[in-house]
């Protein structure tokens, strides 16, 4: 798969770059980047593709991205403003040795693994605190900052992992992936056959099938169930909507397959999910 490859500068005598973006400049479709992504929502709710991993985001949700992992956030509603502050750098910015160092090994550590992470509990309130004070900070206080940062995820557990072992090797530009994305974005709540999404692309069925899963290492039906389930999410946790109602408004004509498929992404059933969100 070729994705587009985004181009990141860092701050004026910074290593690294820390940064506010707000609609129309949130608004970035599926690319990588080689730094690593720390990415702290801001305003607005959507949709996340990490990698192969289909997700929600929301406000004072973070994210921990390694470098070269694909991605995007896409906003739930065209006319929504979304913003995020966003921490970008690279494995080596600080120089060479650095990281050999005793004191940094569990950053170190970090750095080596190829997945994406949401961050929870008590991790997730201590890093945003953290990264609004980065934000507002120069020179060595704003180095020590990320450090801290890194070190405090380094040593947690307190995350979810959301992918792991992605690997996308492409290095520039193929408008079929984002075609078949921003298609899939738009319709996931309809029937769609392999010969419509084929067809978006100019693919037989047989190339169209090996081309997904070669670079989004799921089949597309996966994905679309990926899609739909993350949708009966937002209806069970921000909707007092019946259950029922939510399997039909979320593109299943069919409970069973539904309720089965809602268990095999999220390991538990609808009701099991609806109740976390009961009495938060």
């Excluded at 929504?80 to 550590?109: N, S, Y």
């Excluded at 509990?121 to 900052?145: C, N, P, R, V, W």
């Excluded at 670079?215 to 993350?230: E, P």
């Excluded at 809602?262 to 009961?278: D, G, N, W």
Aim: aromatic fraction near 12%.
């Amino acid at each position: 798969m070729k994705t587009l490859i985004q181009k990141v500068e860092p701050d004026v005598n910074q290593s690294f770059a820390c940064r506010v973006y707000e609609t129309p400049n949130f608004e970035t479709n599926w690319h990588k980047h080689p730094e690593y992504e720390l990415i702290s929502i801001l305003k607005g709710h959507g949709t996340a593709l990490i990698g192969d991993h289909v997700c929600d985001y929301k406000v004072n949700d973070v994210f921990f991205i390694a470098g070269n992992l694909p991605h995007w956030f896409r906003k739930h509603q065209a006319k929504m403003t979304c913003a995020v502050l966003v921490i970008h750098f690279t494995r080596d910015c600080w120089g060479e040795g650095l990281l050999q160092m005793p004191e940094m090994k569990v950053i170190d550590a970090l750095l080596k693994k190829d997945n994406g992470i949401l961050l929870q509990k008590k991790l997730k309130k201590d890093i945003l605190q953290d990264m609004h004070a980065l934000h507002g900070a120069k020179g060595f206080e704003k180095l020590l900052l990320l450090f801290q940062s890194l070190h405090k995820i380094g040593s947690s557990q307190q995350y979810k992992t959301l992918t792991e072992d992605f690997h996308d090797p492409a290095n520039s530009v193929n408008p079929a992936i984002e075609k078949i994305i921003d298609y899939s974005f738009k319709h996931f709540l309809e029937p769609i056959t392999l010969t419509e999404i084929a067809n978006v692309v100019n693919m037989t069925i047989p190339t169209f099938c090996r081309f997904f899963r070669k670079n989004i290492k799921k089949t597309y039906f996966d994905f679309i169930r990926d899609l739909r389930i993350s949708h009966a999410c937002k209806l069970l946790a921000n909707t007092d909507k019946p259950i029922l109602e939510v399997c039909y408004e979320s593109g299943y004509k069919s409970w069973a397959h539904f309720s089965k498929q809602f268990k095999e992404v999220k390991l538990q059933t609808p009701s099991q999910y609806r109740k976390q969100f009961m009495y938060a």
